[in-house]
């Protein structure tokens, strides 16, 4: 089978953009695919909606933090936010340290995160200034214009063409990975075709 070029867009905070990105690396195992790992931001997408939810504001604020630190980590040492988003998506999602609230409350987390794969701890300063936000709004945007507007994360592009999702619930292992991205690559193959969806009835098996 032919190489498989993917671009990955996600926020880290995001369960099921986790468990689609774990979906992705077991696929890299069984599938000869490319995948680029790029930050996109709900803080981003959500900034200015006054009418969401106290505690969902209160989330994107704290979700603008890890996303800064991964515009940032895109932008001087791409080949690194693989390893950084499993680490810290390890620890937010696998070891329950999800749900945060309120700006810097991620702070904890990225430090060990960065400290776990090698990076300058100084790319933790990032998290709580927005003097990089425009980085940010720009890789945002990438996903945005890849895909439309009124989605969230994840978005995967296959080529030239960008769905949002797959939304699952368990991580596919072995032939199946496989053989879900071979579906996917086969749908994004007509460009007439743009959505399926049922109602979810699981919750993210993260753990």
């Given amino acids: 089978m032919s190489l498989t070029k993917v671009t990955f867009y996600f926020d880290v905070s995001c369960p099921f953009a986790w468990l689609t990105s774990r979906w992705m690396k077991e ?3 069984v599938r000869d695919a490319e995948v680029e790992w790029v930050p996109m931001s709900l803080a981003v997408l959500n900034d200015g909606r006054d009418h969401l939810p106290e505690a969902y504001k209160e989330a994107m604020k704290a979700n603008w933090g890890p996303a800064r630190v991964f515009a940032k980590v895109k932008n001087e040492k791409p080949e690194m936010v693989d390893a950084l988003y499993t680490a810290m998506g390890t620890k937010i999602h696998v070891e329950g340290q999800d ?10 987390i990225i430090r060990a995160a960065l ?4 990076l300058p701890e100084d790319f933790a300063e990032a998290a709580n200034v927005d003097g990089d936000d425009a980085l940010l709004r720009g890789y945002h945007q990438q996903a945005m214009d890849a895909v439309g507007d009124d989605v969230g994360t994840p978005v995967l592009q296959l080529g030239d063409t960008a769905f949002f999702g797959p939304v699952i619930t368990r991580v596919p292992t072995g032939e199946d990975a496989g ?13 007439y075709f743009f959505e399926m969806k049922r109602s979810r009835t699981e919750r993210p098996q993260v753990r």
């Fill in 115 to 118: 400290a776990e794969v090698g």
């Fill in 27 to 29: 696929v890299e195992k």
């Fill in 99 to 108: 749900h945060k609230q309120g700006f810097g409350a991620y702070d904890e």
């Fill in 179 to 191: 053989e879900m991205l071979d579906h996917a690559v086969g749908l994004a193959k007509f460009p």
